[in-house]
């Protein structure tokens, strides 16, 4: 058959188009076609139903053919809730992954629709079905279910009137702790109103009833009950100790603890947990394809959570491909995208750092890049709904970059931050390389403080692509991003930088095209600020730091876990000794102009406790409400404590910068931790 081909240019060259766009050659005529789409079960279904779709699809492209599956809602618009994902290829067939869905919202005729592309030849083709979901409630009686998981109850009430709104509040039968509520959702009737309610010990009975708010009216409905199942015996379970109980000085409405565990246990990976302040389970995550670690970045509004997931990814050559997940509290994926599909839409948007990574090293050739893992951070705290995360890149530079004296081309591991619409396509990027010529941005020549490298093996290293043959032998972890922070009191992204031990302003302007991207200033030691050392602290600044945010909507101190790897590392770097920090730091800054110039950059400490253990790794940093602070001393070597991690809430001490624990929970070694009123309202960081 005739074939028509695409000449290999240099940027496609440099971009490593393998095994994603490997065949460049398409038939003249190359056609995709949907064989055949399949639900496990038959419509209609009961709202909260998982329902498990399979496509089977042939395409005579030079593929690999992908699978993208988008849901409308009754009388609604189509929306991804799975963006484009390689299928199995046997026989001929292209077969998707299989997509789970669970409707919860509300009962009516849904639609879904699978996309399926072969981005080799471009050909696309679609297929859309109707399924009829129907409702957990009839008549005016509520209706409460179980879910996947034991902790957590689906709640049906009727339907209730325009301009209202609906929660449900739910209490221990006992009565031995306070009523919960959930978040009100707005009344959309004729639909009846559903609900995840989460926050529940195992084995224990609890009354529930739905709240409509009319104004400044309430009304209760009739009051059913409910009973949790116990623990799964197959999940293994963090432990927990509480060396400083919780107190009266400690913030007691602030009484829900989630973390998310690092440590394997003999058994696989701990699940995330909520837990109360003594540890006991209220509720975790811990998905049907586990098996794989996943990271809970943050906690959402109206119970539900974003996290990291090594899963089955479009990234040929990824040994631990990632997704991007939204989630409920019962486990079900609203939303999902993955490395291979971001790679695709960055290349449209013009990026020339964020190809597909090559399966194994082909040349050493100045400029060649790729964009590799979602590490770390992924918010939605953004305007209109979009979400920012993290994602790492490599890129080749010229001999000696950084101090290498190897003689060879050096594989340099910078960071992206991608910004995605409420439909998680990609709407603004910022690549650190476009930002690397020096002061008052990155410097490619200023390496890790610390002198961090990674070869694929290294603990806190992902897998590494573009060393080889040719190359310099170890990668240069050049910035090492862990955190994320919007701004709305000016629209600017704050991230966090461990291994340059800098926390840095990005020109944001809450997407808009006149933002530059460009970095306004650099905070931490070498950067751009002075720092007002009233106590007179030998080594005041952070270091190795993590979970940079501003508290108070972004109108309060920045609050840090100061890590300290750099302070505690032997002269003449660090001081050769210490423990890890938790900081907070009223920030002065007079940013003006277009594009902003910030100068009179001034930071005076608030609080640079000493957390009595030292954490070279993760960690989290909160303000409470009452004005205590939470940090998570996560990743502490055992001999320091008995668990590994250290959940710390400090009551500061007037007139200076230290402060008293009021609450210290011991658990396994952590990723990061937040303390919330329930499962549905989040810090506001």
């Known amino acids: 058959m005739p074939r028509k081909c695409l000449k290999n240019s240099p940027k496609s060259t440099a971009l490593y188009l393998v095994g994603l766009l490997a065949a460049v050659c398409a038939p003249a005529h190359a056609q995709v076609s949907i064989l ?109 279910v179980s879910t996947a998981n034991p902790l957590v109850a689906s709640f049906g009430a009727p339907s209730c009137p325009a301009g209202s709104s609906m929660r449900v509040v739910f ?54 009950s409910f009973t949790t199942g116990a623990l ?16 009266g000085q400690a913030d007691t409405a602030e009484s829900v603890l989630v973390l998310t565990p690092l440590k394997l246990s003999s058994t ?61 509290l019962a486990g079900n994926i609203i939303k999902e995208t993955n490395t291979g599909v971001i790679q695709q839409q960055l290349l449209a948007f013009g990026a020339t750092d964020a190809g597909p990574c090559p399966s194994s090293p082909v040349t050493s050739q100045i400029g060649t890049a790729c964009l590799g893992f979602f590490h770390h951070d992924a918010i939605q705290t953004l305007p209109n709904g979009q979400t920012a995360i993290i994602v790492d890149i490599e890129k080749i530079f010229p001999p000696g970059t950084q101090g290498d004296t190897s ?13 995605l619409n409420s439909n998680w396509q990609v709407t603004w990027y910022f690549d650190a390389f476009q930002h690397d010529g020096g002061a008052p941005e990155l410097d490619i020549n200023r390496p890790a403080v610390l002198g961090e490298t990674c070869q694929t093996g290294v603990f806190e290293c992902q897998t590494t692509f573009l060393l080889g043959p040719g190359i310099a032998p170890l990668a240069m972890d050049w910035l090492h991003a862990n955190s994320l922070y919007y701004n709305p009191q000016d629209g600017s992204i704050i991230w966090s930088s461990r291994h340059q031990d800098w926390v840095m302003k990005i020109d944001y302007e809450n997407g808009s095209p006149a933002a530059t991207g460009n970095i306004l200033w650099r905070m931490g030691p070498g950067g751009d600020f002075v720092f007002n050392n009233i106590y007179n602290d030998p080594w005041p600044w952070f270091s190795h730091q ?102 710390i809430e400090i009551l500061s001490t007037a007139g200076t910068d230290t402060g008293t624990q009021v609450f210290n929970l011991e658990s396994a070694q952590a990723y990061r931790a937040w303390r919330m009123p329930n499962l549905y309202q989040p810090p506001t960081t």
């Open 232 to 247: 799964p015996t197959g999940v293994p379970f963090p432990p927990f100790k509480a060396v400083v109980p919780v107190s």
């Open 171 to 224: 209490q221990q039968q006992s009565m031995s702790r306070p009523a919960i509520a959930t978040n009100a959702v707005a009344c959309h009737p004729p639909a009846t109103m559903n609900f995840e309610v989460a926050g529940m010990y195992p084995s224990t009975a609890y009354n529930m009833y739905s709240q409509t708010i009319t104004g400044t009216q309430t009304v209760n409905g009739p009051t059913v």
């Open 546 to 647: 993590h979970d940079a945010g501003v508290q108070n909507g972004g109108s309060g101190s920045l609050t840090v876990y100061d890590n300290g790897n750099t302070r505690v590392s032997p002269p003449p770097l660090g001081l050769g000794s210490g423990d890890s920090r938790g900081m907070a730091l009223t920030v002065v800054q007079n940013c003006s102009g277009s594009p902003p110039m910030c100068t009179s950059l001034q930071v005076t400490p608030v609080l640079s406790v000493d957390l009595g253990v030292y954490s070279q790794a993760f960690g989290a940093a909160q303000l409470l409400p009452d004005n205590n602070y939470f940090f998570l001393a996560p990743f502490a070597p055992f001999s320091q404590t008995v668990q590994g991690s250290a959940s």
């Open 407 to 419: 003689g060879l081309p050096v594989d340099i591991i910078g960071d992206m931050i991608i910004v």
């Open 36 to 144: 055949s789409m399949m639900p496990s079960a038959s419509p209609p279904k009961p709202i909260g139903t998982q329902i498990v779709w399979t496509v089977k699809a042939t395409d005579n492209g030079p593929g690999p053919l992908t699978f993208q599956f988008n849901v409308a809602l009754p009388g609604g618009p189509l929306a991804v809730v799975r963006d484009f994902n390689v299928g199995t290829l046997s026989s001929g067939v292209w077969t998707s992954q299989p997509f789970t869905w669970s409707p919860t919202s509300f009962e009516g005729r849904y639609q879904i629709q699978v996309v399926t592309k072969d981005f080799g030849s471009g050909q696309t083709n679609s297929l859309t079905k109707s399924f009829q979901v129907t409702p957990l409630v009839s008549g005016s009686t509520p209706a409460v």
């Open 268 to 328: 696989g990976a701990y699940p995330a947990v909520a837990t109360n302040l003594s540890g006991s389970i209220l509720w975790y995550y811990y998905p049907s394809d586990s098996g794989h670690f996943e990271v809970l970045t943050r906690p959402l509004t109206g119970g539900k959570f974003l996290t990291i997931q090594s899963a089955p990814a479009w990234n040929p050559a990824s040994v631990e491909s990632q997704v991007l997940r939204e989630i409920d």
